[in-house]
């Protein structure tokens, strides 16, 4: 096994075999021993009671050697050993001799150092001993030092205390919502207010700091990562969990079709997401654009009629003609048939503003804002009459419009501009001279 650490400087220095050198090669020696025999172990040959006993001590041992490896990490650092190997710091030094991330590394650097404190020996004498798990203690560790500056000393050693006791019978995420209320427990004339106080800035930090990105992989799939308040996250697991609940379904919704097998629970937990996108009514959303946030499929009748072909969306991607003709049935979807009967679209001048039917036909015709090199879609775009109705005897009808985005919308508007429409229907303006 080869260690991390040296051996003291020439002032402690011990030969090879003698003091703490030659505990270090036993313990070394043993460790490996240890996990090798456990690498060979025979399960099959254990009864359950074994099998069991033995998961409950291999979790208590990851715990220790967690804490082992914590403190020795954060000796290295405070002998700055990074320096012998021209490294920026600990952290790196430590990810780069073990292939550990360095965001694990300067994780673990932390963990270690915190446990070093004096007020958190007693945190770190339950990890050594195998009586709490790591998690556990980072949490009651961030607990404790989330609690306000005005609290004593011996408050703050009464609510870790509290929460040392309390993580025998919980788990990190237990205990981490018990130490949002642990004055209430230790200290009830403050641990109210604290509690509200540190409940309404998670809200705010979660409500600034909510985020969400997509991205199409180009193989027919798209790809995201989101960030929502707390809140909203249980309502969303809450639908997910209704809409794939195993009693609105049969086996062979449950079960993959190529292989057969049971859907894992992320999988089926996907197909209800898409559920749940594809049956919100769209109704209940705001208007954008003019229209409902709906997506419009295009498609030829030939298509539709024989579910042969493709169909395209209204931002330009291209799906099957079955899964169109699958989401021409549901709600928020709009399909526009070609060849087929239509809403009157042409309205001349009955009336000023378009209708929902002509914002779908601009978006489809224009794609988005028809001014070159814009990218906005359909759906950020404002419908606007090359020939004004007001003033110029324009028409309400798909010949007369185009689309804009807002900002070459106030272009087309502007007088010290000149707008020159091109023979593919896109637009350039010239500042006049």
């Given at each position: 096994?080869?260690?991390?650490?040296?051996?003291?400087?020439?002032?402690?220095?011990?030969?090879?075999?003698?003091?703490?050198?030659?505990?270090?090669?036993?313990?070394?020696?043993?460790?490996?021993?240890?996990?090798?025999?456990?690498?060979?172990?025979?399960?099959?040959?254990?009864?359950?009671?074994?099998?069991?006993?033995?998961?409950?001590?291999?979790?208590a041992a990851t715990g220790r050697l967690t804490h082992a490896l914590a403190r020795t990490v954060a000796d290295a650092d405070r002998r700055a050993l990074h320096h012998q190997s021209g490294h920026r710091s600990t952290a790196a030094w430590y990810a780069d001799a073990t292939r550990v991330t360095l965001r694990e590394a300067r994780r673990l650097l932390k963990f270690g150092l915190e446990l070093g404190y004096d007020a958190n020996a007693p945190v770190a004498t339950a990890l050594a001993a195998g009586q709490i798990r790591a998690d556990q203690a980072a949490v009651i560790l961030r607990?404790?030092?989330?609690?306000?500056?005005?609290?004593?000393?011996?408050?703050?050693?009464?609510?870790?205390?509290?929460?040392?006791?309390?993580?025998?019978?919980?788990?990190?995420?237990?205990?981490?919502?018990?130490?949002?209320?642990?004055?209430?427990?230790?200290?009830?004339?403050?641990?109210?207010?604290?509690?509200?106080?540190?409940?309404?800035?998670?809200?705010?930090?979660?409500?600034?700091?909510?985020?969400?990105?997509?991205?199409?992989?180009?193989?027919?799939?798209?790809?995201?990562?989101?960030?929502?308040?707390?809140?909203?996250?249980?309502?969303?697991?809450?639908?997910?969990?209704?809409?794939?609940?195993?009693?609105?379904?049969?086996?062979?919704?449950?079960?993959?079709?190529?292989?057969?097998?049971?859907?894992?629970?992320?999988?089926?937990?996907?197909?209800?997401?898409?559920?749940?996108?594809?049956?919100?009514?769209?109704?209940?959303?705001?208007?954008?654009?003019?229209?409902?946030?709906?997506?419009?499929?295009?498609?030829?009748?030939?298509?539709?009629?024989?579910?042969?072909?493709?169909?395209?969306?209204?931002?330009?991607?291209?799906?099957?003609?079955?899964?169109?003709?699958?989401?021409?049935?549901?709600?928020?979807?709009?399909?526009?048939?070609?060849?087929?009967?239509?809403?009157?679209?042409?309205?001349?001048?009955?009336?000023?503003?378009?209708?929902?039917?002509?914002?779908?036909?601009?978006?489809?015709?224009?794609?988005?804002?028809?001014?070159?090199?814009?990218?906005?879609?359909?759906?950020?775009?404002?419908?606007?009459?090359?020939?004004?109705?007001?003033?110029?005897?324009?028409?309400?009808?798909?010949?007369?419009?185009?689309?804009?985005?807002?900002?070459?919308?106030?272009?087309?508007?502007?007088?010290?501009?000149?707008?020159?429409?091109?023979?593919?229907?896109?637009?350039?303006?010239?500042?006049?001279?």
């Open positions: 096994m080869v260690s991390l650490v040296p051996d003291p400087p020439s002032g402690e220095w011990h030969a090879p075999g003698t003091g703490a050198s030659a505990r270090l090669e036993a313990l070394s020696a043993g460790l490996e021993a240890v996990l090798d025999g456990l690498g060979d172990l025979s399960l099959t040959g254990l009864s359950d009671d074994q099998v069991a006993g033995l998961v409950q001590h291999l979790t607990s404790v030092n989330a609690l306000p500056d005005t609290i004593d000393n011996a408050t703050k050693a009464q609510a870790r205390d509290r929460l040392l006791t309390d993580a025998a019978d919980f788990d990190a995420d237990g205990l981490r919502r018990l130490g949002k209320g642990i004055l209430d427990v230790v200290a009830p004339e403050v641990g109210e207010s604290h509690e509200q106080k540190v409940l309404a800035k998670e809200a705010a930090a979660a409500a600034q700091g909510a985020s969400l990105t997509m991205y199409d992989d180009g193989h027919g799939r798209t790809h995201g990562t989101f960030t929502i308040p707390a809140h909203q996250g249980a309502m969303l697991r809450q639908a997910i969990h209704a809409i794939a609940n195993p009693k609105r379904h049969d086996h062979d919704d449950l079960k993959d079709p190529t292989t057969g097998d049971w859907r894992s629970v992320p999988e089926r937990h996907g197909h209800a997401f898409g559920e749940l996108i594809e049956r919100y009514p769209t109704d209940q959303l705001p208007e954008t654009g003019g229209v409902n946030a709906q997506v419009v499929v295009t498609m030829n009748l030939d298509t539709l009629l024989s579910g042969i072909g493709t169909a395209t969306l209204d931002n330009g991607d291209r799906i099957d003609a079955g899964t169109a003709r699958r989401l021409a049935c549901e709600a928020g979807i709009i399909p526009a048939v070609l060849g087929g009967p239509s809403e009157v679209l042409d309205l001349g001048r009955s009336r000023r503003f378009h209708s929902k039917a002509q914002r779908i036909a601009l978006g489809i015709r224009d794609r988005g804002c028809t001014a070159r090199g814009c990218t906005i879609p359909p759906s950020g775009c404002h419908a606007h009459h090359d020939r004004q109705w007001a003033r110029d005897h324009g028409h309400t009808n798909l010949h007369d419009c185009r689309l804009y985005c807002p900002h070459h919308h106030r272009r087309a508007h502007d007088p010290t501009y000149q707008t020159v429409i091109h023979a593919d229907n896109t637009v350039t303006f010239h500042r006049r001279r």
